[in-house]
């Protein structure tokens, strides 16, 4: 058969953003993939000419919904640099907690998604059904289940008593026990394996010269996190970024099923070492200068350049998002696979194509 | 191969993990943001609100007492609530039912009394005799509208 360009997407039956791919196939095999974005753009970077600094907290969360939380954290930050605010070390404590919740909940509903590609229905409920949970203890504390809005300039809005700590980590006691029950389904059962191993290769110098962040990076096997920066109270936390050597579609699953299970024991953590104390500082300075700030988000680093001229808007907010370095990894994922494995392997870089396009 | 199934005879055998959601709700959780109001007697119309909503769906107007608010266009963060300096302003933890029509929340209260002309004259009358006086009162009933009109 002779060559065909075949659309894929925007709107595609298991793909939950608008990503559009020209693929390239011949005889169901793919040669070529060219992506083109732009169908949900929105301006958010330009609104920061007419909101002021404090109200950008609250565009800046609605970037993305999946990980609103990160993105209040990682522009919070840049804008305490630039004004050179001692966080409350209470603070920076709850910001690892409600961060790695995100975190949690992300992964879930990926892994669920990705359940829901190859079509395991069930396994997608299951999935959904953990998350819940982890959605309870995010109203509970924060007043809100998904855009949580707890981060303000020099510090969080929401303190947690000691019955909501003890009520979070028997919450979080269920969680990870239902997520264990999950293990041998996503890991071994063997319609996973034959839908996502060796799907998608994506060696680690590929990923490392392509690019990559995120569990798209570490599922190749390069131990790279930028929660290693320390940023927030990472530095005062035990933890190793999780690795899977193989590169595939499942590797990047396997990643993010264990980084889940990592971010119930860094929320344990953190409770346990939470110090007391104020959870904010209040300035009226109006911030100067130009700052870049990366934190790591669910599907890997986020990153932040902030210029302000001392007025109470901003210059210029630039936000880099993860899948936004994960789309020319995915493209060199792409040739060589199955028409039929092309939404499995998007599917596992967790694209969010908001996000990329703001 | 079948390592689905315990979890799936398991699901089978114990009690629905959702809700009959019209008929079955869940008691909400007590710091929810569910739905922004306004205890329209106590509010002073100073504006703090409207000038600090990120949405911007808040309008207040001084004069005639009103506090107007858009609540297809709240986003529901509480940053009013925060800043509100007499706490008239909180977050019910129910929210808004769906609507099939636009509605805007109206509200209207006693517009802030400014002092009257006679009541600014009899304590000059007073303190006619000593000379500067006078004018220090005159500028006096002017001052509170000055914060407001800076948070503009």
């Known amino acids: 058969m002779a060559r065909t360009i075949l659309p894929f997407g925007p709107q595609h039956p298991v ?12 005889d169901e095999i793919v040669l070529e993939a060219v992506p083109a974005l732009g169908y949900v753009h929105r301006g958010l970077e330009k609104l920061c000419e007419v909101r002021d600094v404090n109200q950008m907290i609250q565009v800046v969360e609605r970037v993305c919904g999946i990980c609103s939380c990160l993105h209040a954290v990682c522009y919070c930050q840049g804008i305490e640099a630039l004004l050179s605010l001692d966080v409350p070390p209470r603070a920076k404590y709850l910001r690892v907690i409600w961060g790695e919740l995100h975190r949690m909940h992300s992964h879930l509903l990926w892994l669920g998604l990705f359940a829901d590609a190859f079509g395991f229905e069930s396994l997608f409920m299951q999935c959904w059904k953990v998350r819940e949970r982890i959605m309870d203890i995010m109203e509970a504390t924060c007043g809100n289940r998904v855009v949580v809005s707890v981060n303000v300039i020099g510090g969080v809005r929401r303190d947690l008593s000691p019955e909501q700590c003890s009520w979070i980590l028997e919450q979080l006691a269920i969680a990870e026990k239902d997520v264990k029950r999950l293990q041998s389904t996503l890991l071994t059962d063997y319609t996973v394996c034959k839908r996502t191993k060796g799907k998608g290769v994506l060696t680690g110098e590929q990923a490392y010269q392509l690019g990559a962040a995120g569990p798209t990076l570490r599922g190749s096997g390069v131990a790279q996190d930028a929660r290693q920066e320390n940023y927030a109270a990472y530095g005062g936390l035990e933890f190793a970024p999780v690795t899977e050597p193989d590169g595939d579609s499942y590797a990047r699953s396997a990643v993010r099923f264990r980084e889940t299970l990592q971010s119930i024991d860094l929320v344990r953590q953190a409770i346990a070492r939470m110090p007391g104390g104020e959870i904010a500082v209040t300035t009226k300075a109006r911030p100067q200068g130009e700052v870049t700030m ?3 988000q669910p599907r890997g680093e986020l990153f932040y ?4 001229d001392g007025t109470k808007n901003l210059d210029r907010v630039r936000i880099r998002t993860p899948t936004f370095a994960n789309i020319p990894p995915l493209l060199a994922m792409l040739p060589g696979i199955e028409l ?5 392997v998007v599917l596992s870089i967790d694209p969010c194509i908001s996000c990329t396009e703001r | 191969m079948f390592t689905m199934t315990k979890n799936v005879v398991r699901n089978l055998l114990t009690k629905s993990a959702t809700r009959l959601y019209p008929f079955d709700v869940r008691e909400p959780f007590e710091g929810y943001r569910g739905r922004l109001d306004n205890r329209i007697e ?22 005639a007492g009103t506090w107007d608010c858009d609540p297809f266009a709240c986003v529901y963060c509480a940053i009013c609530v925060d800043h509100c300096p007499v706490k008239c302003l909180f977050m019910d933890n129910t929210h808004r039912k769906p609507s099939a029509e636009r509605e805007m929340i109206h509200l209207q209260g006693t517009p802030k009394k400014k002092k009257t002309p006679a009541a600014k004259a009899a304590p000059a009358q007073d303190a006619a005799p000593a000379s500067p006086a006078p004018e220090g009162e005159a500028a006096a009933p002017q001052a509170p509208e000055t914060p407001s009109g800076d948070t503009k």
């Open chain 1, 294 to 296: 990366r934190v790591e």
């Open chain 1, 305 to 308: 350049y902030i210029k302000a």
């Open chain 2, 42 to 63: 106590d509010c002073i119309f100073c504006k703090t609100c409207q000038v600090k909503c990120p949405s911007q769906c808040i309008t207040v107007d001084a004069k």
């Open chain 1, 15 to 26: 793909l939950p953003e608008p990503l559009h791919l020209k693929l390239v196939v011949e």
């Open chain 1, 340 to 344: 039929a494995d092309v939404p499995v």
